[in-house]
């Protein structure tokens, strides 16, 4: 069975109609030339040469709808080629939840999109308001409604730690995402940058983000909500580059941001149990997730009054604790 990988086309930030209160396109892809058709091309020829997996092409990095038309329709027809070869699935594309229309989605359609990511990042308004989305969580649900009526897979992100978001609030994003019944999400830590009105934001102590730590801990609540909606989560957190911790100035950005969440979801199974005595099995792939990133779960747990006895059982799925 072949793996699933994406073959991603950066098009940093054009076409954007708001300028976010997050936002540094160039930063966060690393990115600032406009990618050409044959840009495309070769970066999907470059892909195909590596057997074993079975590929989608993905405009990600700005509002893919809100660029010029001709210029969208030229990446567009460009992938198209591939897709009616077969040599890939479909296409993939990124945009903005007020960027799309009936006479968008049947252009899409006709050039063999297959999948629409909507950023949403939050759905409450007050939040939207205050980092300068531009739009509102009604837009959200207007537009992923008549994305699913096109029969596109539909994708969501959400942001945590934005400007004016608190934890109750981003439970509360996740739980509305999960009504509309998306495909799949993603899952963006705040992070603060260079240019962008978080700094002036930070830098005069009328925000404070939330650190990967806290992050963590606050994803490690969303994730069960997503996983018990049968709701597949394709990233947790920022993809690192040079670019972005050249810029990034604080916020929940980590390498293994991922490895974070997983932690900490180990940590909060064995808080639910009351203090005391414990021998907790586990499969060898998640020791290092049980025990925390320096240990960090071990003292946690010795804290608040655990004492525990790990031991090996590679009969157990990864992820899972037998906690005795």
Known sequence: ???????????????????????????????????????????????????????????????????DRDYMIELLSAAYEYVKTGEVDGIRISTRPD??????????KSYGVTSIELGAQSMDDDVLK???????????????????????ELGLQMMTGLYKDTEQKAIETAGKIITLNPSTVRIYPTVVLKGTHLEQLYNSCEYTPLNPDESAQLCAKLVPMFEKAGIKIIRLGLQS?????????????HDSFGELVKSRLLLNKILEYPAGDYQISVNSRSLSQLKGNGKSNIYALIERGYNVKIVIDNSL?????RIE
């Open 99 to 108: 960027c799309i229309d009936d006479e968008v989605l049947e252009i899409l």
């Open 1 to 67: 069975m072949k793996k699933k990988g994406n073959i991603s086309i950066f098009v940093p930030h054009l076409g954007c109609p708001c300028q976010c209160s997050f936002c540094n396109q160039r930063t966060i892809t690393g990115k600032n030339r406009q990618p050409t058709a044959n840009d495309v091309r070769t970066a999907v020829d470059t892909a195909l040469k590596r057997k074993g997996y079975s590929y989608e092409i993905a405009f990600f990095g700005g509002s893919f709808t809100a660029i």
């Open 130 to 152: 205050a980092n300068r989305r531009g739009h509102s969580s009604k837009d959200v649900c207007n537009t992923s409604k008549l994305i699913k009526e096109y029969g596109f």
């Open 317 to 321: 799925s990864v992820d899972e604790l």
């Open 241 to 253: 580059s040079p670019e972005l911790k050249k810029n990034m100035i604080a916020g929940g950005f």
